[in-house]
């Protein structure tokens, strides 16, 4: 069993940084891909950024590449996604998940990933 917990969510103005971390424990998870979604009120749960543990190989959504970044620190035992240039439309509530850990590829279906956090908000205003 992964265990995941998220902070870091807050308000923050268009155009400023917000970064959101992501404490995992648990089950040994380097070889585990982990990732972040994030839902808006009244939408999909949508990817946004993975990032394999083991060798720290990156995906990025389209709408966030150039602007988000994700990273791991081992020593901690976190992810982090940094966002720069944030936008309104960034507003949602970002979930921090890890997939069965069985996967060479980085999957950015919902239905990959089993393992989830309980999510943080993050609100960008305009």
């Known amino acids: 069993q992964v265990q995941l917990v998220e902070s870091g969510g807050g308000l923050v103005q268009a155009g400023g940084s917000l970064r959101v971390s992501c404490a995992v424990s648990?089950?040994?998870?380097?070889?585990?891909?982990m990732a972040w979604f994030r839902q808006a009120a009244g939408k999909e749960r949508e990817f946004v950024a993975a990032?394999?543990?083991?060798?720290?190989?990156?995906y990025y959504a389209g709408s966030v590449k150039g602007r988000f970044t994700i990273s791991r620190d081992n020593a901690k035992n976190t992810v982090y996604l940094q966002m720069n240039s944030l936008k309104p439309e960034d507003t949602a509530v970002y979930y921090c998940?890890?997939?069965?850990?069985?996967?060479?590829?980085?999957?950015?279906?919902?239905?990959?990933?089993?393992?989830w956090g309980q999510g943080t908000q993050v609100t960008v205003s305009s």
């Open positions: 998940a890890a997939d069965r850990g069985d996967s060479w590829y980085i999957a950015t279906a919902r239905g990959e990933y089993v393992y």
């Open positions: 990032i394999k543990w083991s060798d720290g190989s990156t």
């Open positions: 648990g089950r040994t998870f380097n070889r585990y891909t």
